[in-house]
Protein backbone atom coordinates (compact mmCIF):
# COMPACT_ATOMS: atom_id res chain seq x y z
CA UNK A 1 0.00 0.00 0.00
CA UNK A 2 1.34 2.85 -1.09
CA UNK A 3 2.05 5.85 1.58
CA UNK A 4 0.27 9.15 1.19
CA UNK A 5 1.85 12.39 0.48
CA UNK A 6 2.11 15.24 2.19
CA UNK A 7 3.41 18.91 0.92
CA UNK A 8 5.79 20.23 2.06
CA UNK A 9 6.58 22.78 4.59
CA UNK A 10 5.49 26.48 4.01
CA UNK A 11 9.18 27.99 3.81
CA UNK A 12 8.10 31.59 3.55
CA UNK A 13 5.40 33.80 4.90
CA UNK A 14 3.83 36.79 5.14
CA UNK A 15 1.96 38.63 8.03
CA UNK A 16 -0.04 41.32 7.71
CA UNK A 17 -0.81 44.21 11.06
CA UNK A 18 -4.00 42.76 11.10
CA UNK A 19 -3.27 39.52 11.95
CA UNK A 20 -3.84 37.76 8.20
CA UNK A 21 -1.03 35.15 7.29
CA UNK A 22 -0.35 34.05 4.17
CA UNK A 23 1.74 31.14 3.20
CA UNK A 24 4.47 29.87 0.63
CA UNK A 25 7.41 29.20 -0.83
CA UNK A 26 10.19 31.44 0.05
CA UNK A 27 13.40 32.91 -1.83
CA UNK A 28 15.99 34.99 -1.74
CA UNK A 29 17.51 36.20 1.51
CA UNK A 30 16.99 34.39 4.49
CA UNK A 31 15.27 36.28 7.42
CA UNK A 32 12.44 38.64 7.97
CA UNK A 33 11.61 42.22 7.01
CA UNK A 34 9.03 44.71 7.60
CA UNK A 35 7.11 46.93 5.26
CA UNK A 36 4.54 47.93 3.67
CA UNK A 37 2.99 45.72 0.72
CA UNK A 38 1.56 47.07 -2.45
CA UNK A 39 1.02 45.33 -5.35
CA UNK A 40 2.39 46.54 -9.35
CA UNK A 41 0.83 45.86 -11.99
CA UNK A 42 3.13 46.51 -14.69
CA UNK A 43 4.32 43.06 -16.97
CA UNK A 44 8.53 43.66 -17.33
CA UNK A 45 10.79 45.20 -15.67
CA UNK A 46 10.75 43.33 -12.51
CA UNK A 47 14.80 44.15 -11.56
CA UNK A 48 14.15 48.04 -12.30
CA UNK A 49 11.46 47.89 -9.92
CA UNK A 50 13.03 46.13 -6.94
CA UNK A 51 16.35 47.91 -7.49
CA UNK A 52 13.93 51.81 -7.53
CA UNK A 53 15.06 53.64 -4.30
CA UNK A 54 11.66 54.65 -4.20
CA UNK A 55 10.37 51.09 -2.79
CA UNK A 56 12.65 51.45 0.02
CA UNK A 57 10.42 50.09 2.64
CA UNK A 58 7.94 48.74 0.78
CA UNK A 59 7.05 45.13 -0.39
CA UNK A 60 6.66 44.36 -3.68
CA UNK A 61 3.56 42.03 -5.00
CA UNK A 62 3.88 41.28 -8.45
CA UNK A 63 0.22 41.16 -10.36
CA UNK A 64 1.98 39.84 -13.10
CA UNK A 65 2.20 35.92 -12.70
CA UNK A 66 5.46 35.08 -14.60
CA UNK A 67 8.51 36.66 -12.70
CA UNK A 68 12.10 35.89 -13.14
CA UNK A 69 12.25 34.83 -17.44
CA UNK A 70 14.77 37.51 -18.12
CA UNK A 71 17.00 36.79 -15.22
CA UNK A 72 19.16 39.79 -13.80
CA UNK A 73 21.83 42.06 -14.69
CA UNK A 74 23.92 44.84 -13.50
CA UNK A 75 22.72 47.29 -16.36
CA UNK A 76 19.48 47.04 -15.48
CA UNK A 77 20.09 47.83 -11.42
CA UNK A 78 17.93 51.57 -11.13
CA UNK A 79 19.55 52.14 -7.40
CA UNK A 80 22.95 54.90 -7.90
CA UNK A 81 24.56 55.03 -4.86
CA UNK A 82 25.33 52.34 -2.33
CA UNK A 83 23.40 54.38 0.09
CA UNK A 84 19.89 53.15 -2.11
CA UNK A 85 21.40 49.60 -2.63
CA UNK A 86 18.24 47.96 -0.45
CA UNK A 87 15.52 49.63 -2.15
CA UNK A 88 12.47 47.36 -1.85
CA UNK A 89 12.51 45.08 1.27
CA UNK A 90 10.39 41.94 0.12
CA UNK A 91 9.11 40.67 -3.33
CA UNK A 92 5.59 38.47 -4.04
CA UNK A 93 5.38 36.58 -6.56
CA UNK A 94 2.17 33.93 -8.15
CA UNK A 95 4.47 31.36 -8.97
CA UNK A 96 8.53 30.29 -8.56
CA UNK A 97 10.56 32.41 -10.71
CA UNK A 98 10.73 30.98 -13.86
CA UNK A 99 14.96 30.23 -15.05
CA UNK A 100 16.28 33.12 -17.29
CA UNK A 101 15.86 32.99 -21.28
CA UNK A 102 17.45 36.16 -22.51
CA UNK A 103 21.34 37.38 -23.64
CA UNK A 104 21.51 40.20 -21.24
CA UNK A 105 21.23 37.67 -18.32
CA UNK A 106 24.02 36.91 -16.02
CA UNK A 107 22.39 35.25 -13.13
CA UNK A 108 18.49 33.57 -12.14
CA UNK A 109 16.54 36.30 -9.79
CA UNK A 110 16.71 33.58 -6.96
CA UNK A 111 20.29 34.16 -6.67
CA UNK A 112 20.40 38.10 -7.30
CA UNK A 113 17.76 38.43 -4.54
CA UNK A 114 20.20 36.56 -2.47
CA UNK A 115 23.37 38.88 -3.36
CA UNK A 116 20.86 42.00 -2.56
CA UNK A 117 19.35 41.35 0.49
CA UNK A 118 15.74 40.97 -0.28
CA UNK A 119 13.15 38.44 1.22
CA UNK A 120 10.97 36.94 -1.19
CA UNK A 121 8.07 34.84 -1.37
CA UNK A 122 6.07 32.30 -4.36
CA UNK A 123 2.93 30.48 -4.41
CA UNK A 124 0.64 33.40 -2.99
CA UNK A 125 -2.61 34.18 -4.46
CA UNK A 126 -1.43 37.44 -5.48
CA UNK A 127 -4.85 38.19 -7.04
CA UNK A 128 -6.85 37.95 -3.67
CA UNK A 129 -4.03 40.52 -2.14
CA UNK A 130 -4.02 42.71 -5.09
CA UNK A 131 -7.95 42.80 -4.36
CA UNK A 132 -7.71 43.12 -0.47
CA UNK A 133 -5.29 46.40 -1.25
CA UNK A 134 -7.13 47.46 -2.90
CA UNK A 135 -10.28 47.34 -1.06
CA UNK A 136 -8.56 48.29 2.75
CA UNK A 137 -5.39 49.82 1.33
CA UNK A 138 -1.84 49.58 1.54
CA UNK A 139 -1.31 47.40 5.11
CA UNK A 140 1.84 47.00 7.11
CA UNK A 141 3.22 43.43 7.10
CA UNK A 142 6.23 41.24 7.69
CA UNK A 143 7.80 38.89 5.34
CA UNK A 144 9.86 36.07 5.59
CA UNK A 145 11.89 33.45 4.63
CA UNK A 146 12.97 30.26 7.11
CA UNK A 147 14.38 26.94 4.66
CA UNK A 148 13.36 24.76 7.74
CA UNK A 149 9.57 25.83 7.43
CA UNK A 150 9.60 27.23 11.59
CA UNK A 151 8.21 30.25 11.72
CA UNK A 152 7.05 32.08 15.03
CA UNK A 153 3.65 33.48 14.15
CA UNK A 154 2.48 35.45 17.36
CA UNK A 155 5.47 36.80 16.93
CA UNK A 156 5.82 38.39 13.38
CA UNK A 157 2.15 39.34 13.92
CA UNK A 158 3.47 41.51 17.08
CA UNK A 159 6.28 42.72 15.00
CA UNK A 160 3.87 43.58 12.07
CA UNK A 161 1.27 45.14 14.31
CA UNK A 162 4.10 47.10 15.42
CA UNK A 163 6.01 48.90 12.48
CA UNK A 164 5.06 52.62 12.46
CA UNK A 165 4.30 52.51 8.42
CA UNK A 166 5.12 55.47 5.84
CA UNK A 167 3.31 58.03 7.24
CA UNK A 168 5.81 60.70 8.99
CA UNK A 169 8.85 58.92 7.82
CA UNK A 170 11.38 60.45 5.93
CA UNK A 171 14.05 58.25 4.22
CA UNK A 172 15.57 60.62 1.34
CA UNK A 173 18.02 60.17 3.85
CA UNK A 174 18.63 56.80 3.86
CA UNK A 175 18.85 56.21 0.37
CA UNK A 176 20.51 59.32 -0.74
CA UNK A 177 24.33 59.54 -2.04
CA UNK A 178 26.87 60.23 1.53
CA UNK A 179 28.51 62.37 -1.41
CA UNK A 180 27.99 64.33 -4.74
CA UNK A 181 29.08 62.60 -7.97
CA UNK A 182 29.03 63.34 -11.78
CA UNK A 183 27.72 61.72 -14.27
CA UNK A 184 28.08 61.67 -18.42
CA UNK A 185 26.13 58.94 -19.57
CA UNK A 186 23.16 58.61 -21.75
CA UNK A 187 20.69 55.97 -22.15
CA UNK A 188 20.98 52.64 -22.99
CA UNK A 189 21.51 51.60 -26.64
CA UNK A 190 22.42 48.55 -28.45
CA UNK A 191 25.33 47.52 -29.01
CA UNK A 192 26.87 50.12 -27.37
CA UNK A 193 25.57 50.33 -23.60
CA UNK A 194 25.29 53.76 -22.16
CA UNK A 195 27.32 56.24 -24.18
CA UNK A 196 29.28 58.83 -22.70
CA UNK A 197 28.14 62.07 -23.17
CA UNK A 198 31.26 63.75 -24.70
CA UNK A 199 30.33 67.28 -25.56
CA UNK A 200 27.59 68.51 -23.04
CA UNK A 201 25.05 71.12 -23.72
CA UNK A 202 24.05 71.78 -20.02
CA UNK A 203 25.32 71.32 -16.67
CA UNK A 204 22.51 69.93 -14.46
CA UNK A 205 21.99 69.70 -10.61
CA UNK A 206 20.47 66.88 -9.28
CA UNK A 207 18.52 66.85 -6.07
CA UNK A 208 19.19 63.64 -4.85
CA UNK A 209 16.18 62.22 -2.64
CA UNK A 210 16.54 58.64 -4.36
CA UNK A 211 17.40 58.70 -8.02
CA UNK A 212 17.10 56.33 -10.74
CA UNK A 213 20.03 55.88 -13.07
CA UNK A 214 18.02 56.03 -15.81
CA UNK A 215 17.05 59.55 -14.96
CA UNK A 216 20.45 61.06 -14.88
CA UNK A 217 20.90 58.81 -17.95
CA UNK A 218 18.13 60.18 -19.38
CA UNK A 219 19.23 63.47 -18.79
CA UNK A 220 22.74 62.43 -20.52
CA UNK A 221 20.67 61.86 -23.44
CA UNK A 222 19.36 65.77 -23.72
CA UNK A 223 23.26 67.06 -23.36
CA UNK A 224 23.73 67.37 -20.06
CA UNK A 225 26.64 66.49 -17.72
CA UNK A 226 25.10 65.82 -14.27
CA UNK A 227 25.70 66.61 -10.86
CA UNK A 228 24.30 64.28 -7.94
CA UNK A 229 24.30 66.37 -4.31
CA UNK A 230 22.62 64.89 -1.20
CA UNK A 231 18.98 65.21 -0.38
CA UNK A 232 20.47 67.79 2.69
CA UNK A 233 22.16 69.98 0.21
CA UNK A 234 21.75 73.34 0.36
CA UNK A 235 20.37 76.20 -2.33
CA UNK A 236 23.54 78.13 -2.09
CA UNK A 237 25.66 74.54 -2.73
CA UNK A 238 23.35 73.76 -5.67
CA UNK A 239 23.49 76.94 -7.54
CA UNK A 240 27.88 77.31 -6.54
CA UNK A 241 27.84 74.76 -9.27
CA UNK A 242 26.49 77.24 -12.08
CA UNK A 243 23.83 74.92 -12.94
CA UNK A 244 21.61 75.48 -16.11
CA UNK A 245 18.68 73.65 -14.62
CA UNK A 246 17.98 71.93 -11.61
CA UNK A 247 15.93 68.25 -11.58
CA UNK A 248 14.57 67.36 -8.02
CA UNK A 249 14.33 63.79 -8.08
CA UNK A 250 12.14 60.61 -7.13
CA UNK A 251 12.36 58.97 -3.83
CA UNK A 252 10.70 56.50 -0.87
CA UNK A 253 8.71 58.20 1.85
CA UNK A 254 6.28 61.00 3.01
CA UNK A 255 7.14 64.17 1.53
CA UNK A 256 6.14 66.23 4.36
CA UNK A 257 8.63 64.29 6.31
CA UNK A 258 11.66 65.03 3.91
CA UNK A 259 9.75 68.26 2.93
CA UNK A 260 10.85 69.88 6.21
CA UNK A 261 14.56 70.43 5.51
CA UNK A 262 14.35 69.67 1.11
CA UNK A 263 10.63 72.36 0.93
CA UNK A 264 12.57 75.29 2.05
CA UNK A 265 15.74 74.83 -0.03
CA UNK A 266 13.37 73.85 -2.72
CA UNK A 267 11.83 77.38 -2.47
CA UNK A 268 15.16 79.18 -2.91
CA UNK A 269 15.71 77.43 -6.10
CA UNK A 270 12.45 78.37 -7.75
CA UNK A 271 13.38 81.85 -6.64
CA UNK A 272 16.96 81.55 -8.04
CA UNK A 273 15.03 81.78 -11.62
CA UNK A 274 17.08 78.71 -12.83
CA UNK A 275 14.72 75.88 -15.13
CA UNK A 276 13.16 73.43 -11.96
CA UNK A 277 11.83 69.91 -12.95
CA UNK A 278 10.29 67.83 -10.77
CA UNK A 279 9.83 63.45 -10.76
CA UNK A 280 7.66 62.12 -8.27
CA UNK A 281 9.13 62.85 -5.31
CA UNK A 282 10.74 65.88 -6.23
CA UNK A 283 6.80 66.67 -7.67
CA UNK A 284 5.28 66.37 -3.98
CA UNK A 285 7.98 68.48 -2.74
CA UNK A 286 7.77 71.22 -5.74
CA UNK A 287 4.49 71.52 -4.50
CA UNK A 288 4.84 71.83 -0.52
CA UNK A 289 7.81 74.12 -1.38
CA UNK A 290 4.63 76.05 -3.57
CA UNK A 291 2.52 75.96 -0.80
CA UNK A 292 0.53 72.94 -1.48
CA UNK A 293 -0.20 69.73 0.98
CA UNK A 294 0.29 66.18 0.51
CA UNK A 295 -1.45 63.46 1.19
CA UNK A 296 -1.07 59.43 1.94
CA UNK A 297 -3.25 57.23 -0.78
CA UNK A 298 -5.14 54.17 0.07
CA UNK A 299 -3.13 52.11 -2.34
CA UNK A 300 -1.13 54.34 -4.38
CA UNK A 301 -0.03 53.69 -7.88
CA UNK A 302 2.83 51.12 -8.77
CA UNK A 303 2.49 50.20 -12.66
CA UNK A 304 4.12 50.57 -16.02
CA UNK A 305 0.40 50.61 -17.40
CA UNK A 306 -1.22 54.05 -16.39
CA UNK A 307 -3.37 56.49 -18.28
CA UNK A 308 -2.49 59.95 -17.47
CA UNK A 309 -4.31 62.96 -19.39
CA UNK A 310 -2.32 66.39 -20.26
CA UNK A 311 -4.76 68.73 -19.35
CA UNK A 312 -3.15 71.63 -22.08
CA UNK A 313 -2.81 68.67 -25.15
CA UNK A 314 -5.52 66.69 -24.22
CA UNK A 315 -3.37 63.68 -25.07
CA UNK A 316 -3.48 60.87 -22.71
CA UNK A 317 -0.13 59.20 -22.28
CA UNK A 318 0.38 55.65 -20.79
CA UNK A 319 3.17 56.19 -17.95
CA UNK A 320 5.40 54.56 -15.38
CA UNK A 321 4.28 55.04 -11.64
CA UNK A 322 5.46 54.79 -8.20
CA UNK A 323 3.88 56.91 -5.00
CA UNK A 324 1.91 56.04 -2.23
CA UNK A 325 1.28 60.52 -1.50
CA UNK A 326 0.08 62.58 -3.93
CA UNK A 327 -0.29 66.30 -4.43
CA UNK A 328 -3.85 67.73 -2.50
CA UNK A 329 -5.49 69.33 -5.86
CA UNK A 330 -7.58 71.54 -3.52
CA UNK A 331 -4.92 73.11 -1.76
CA UNK A 332 -2.73 74.11 -5.18
CA UNK A 333 -1.85 77.88 -4.58
CA UNK A 334 -2.80 80.57 -7.00
CA UNK A 335 -0.46 80.77 -9.79
CA UNK A 336 0.47 77.28 -9.79
CA UNK A 337 -1.64 75.05 -12.52
CA UNK A 338 -2.18 71.52 -12.50
CA UNK A 339 -1.14 70.07 -15.88
CA UNK A 340 -1.44 66.43 -15.60
CA UNK A 341 -4.71 64.32 -14.10
CA UNK A 342 -4.57 60.56 -13.52
CA UNK A 343 -7.47 59.10 -15.61
CA UNK A 344 -7.45 56.04 -12.83
CA UNK A 345 -8.85 58.24 -10.43
CA UNK A 346 -8.19 62.04 -11.42
CA UNK A 347 -5.59 62.39 -8.56
CA UNK A 348 -3.06 65.18 -9.34
CA UNK A 349 0.14 63.44 -12.17
CA UNK A 350 1.83 67.38 -12.99
CA UNK A 351 1.82 70.59 -12.18
CA UNK A 352 3.84 74.24 -13.54
CA UNK A 353 4.75 77.27 -12.00
CA UNK A 354 2.61 80.20 -13.98
CA UNK A 355 5.37 82.58 -15.45
CA UNK A 356 8.17 80.97 -14.34
CA UNK A 357 10.58 77.75 -16.10
CA UNK A 358 9.22 75.12 -13.15
CA UNK A 359 7.14 72.31 -13.74
CA UNK A 360 6.75 68.63 -12.29
CA UNK A 361 5.23 65.40 -12.83
CA UNK A 362 3.75 62.57 -10.10
CA UNK A 363 5.06 60.21 -12.70
CA UNK A 364 8.27 58.49 -14.25
CA UNK A 365 9.50 59.97 -17.70
CA UNK A 366 12.27 57.73 -17.36
CA UNK A 367 10.32 55.12 -18.11
CA UNK A 368 12.36 52.22 -16.21
CA UNK A 369 10.43 49.77 -16.78
CA UNK A 370 7.70 50.73 -18.74
CA UNK A 371 6.73 53.09 -22.06
CA UNK A 372 8.42 55.71 -23.30
CA UNK A 373 5.37 58.13 -23.73
CA UNK A 374 7.11 61.06 -21.56
CA UNK A 375 10.17 61.06 -22.71
CA UNK A 376 9.49 64.65 -24.16
CA UNK A 377 9.30 66.23 -20.93
CA UNK A 378 13.48 65.89 -21.00
CA UNK A 379 13.36 67.51 -24.14
CA UNK A 380 10.87 70.49 -22.30
CA UNK A 381 13.52 70.73 -19.68
CA UNK A 382 15.91 71.35 -22.47
CA UNK A 383 14.32 73.84 -24.47
CA UNK A 384 13.48 75.68 -21.08
CA UNK A 385 17.00 75.29 -20.24
CA UNK A 386 18.40 76.52 -23.84
CA UNK A 387 15.78 79.88 -22.96
CA UNK A 388 16.62 80.64 -20.25
CA UNK A 389 20.76 80.54 -20.78
CA UNK A 390 20.07 82.50 -23.85
CA UNK A 391 18.05 85.14 -21.64
CA UNK A 392 21.17 85.27 -19.26
CA UNK A 393 23.26 85.94 -21.95
Known amino acids: MAKPTHPPAATGALVLADGSVFLGEGLGAVGAADGEVCFNTAMTGY??????????????????????????????????????????????????????????????????????????????????????????????????????????????????????????????KEVTTAQSYVVSESLWQWPLGTPEVKKPKFTVVVMDYGVKRNILRALGEIGARTIVLPATATAEEALAHKPDGILLSNGPGDPAATGVYAAPEIKKLVDSGKPVMGVCLGHQMLGLALGAKTLKMPQGHHGANHPVKDQSTGKVEIVSMNHGFAIDTKTLPKGVKETHVSLFDGSNCGIELEGKPVFSVQYHPEASPGPQDSHYLFERFAKLMKKSGKSAA
Not at 67 to 94: C, L, Q, V
Not at 97 to 107: G, I, K, L, M, V
Request: charged share 25%; proline share 6%.
Open 47 to 172: QEILTDPSYAAQIVAFTFPHIGNTGANNGDTETSSPAAAAAARGAIFRARPTAPSNWRSEEDLDTWLKKRNVIALAGLDTRALTRRIREQGMPNAVIAHAPDGKFDLDALKKRAAAWHGLDGLDLA
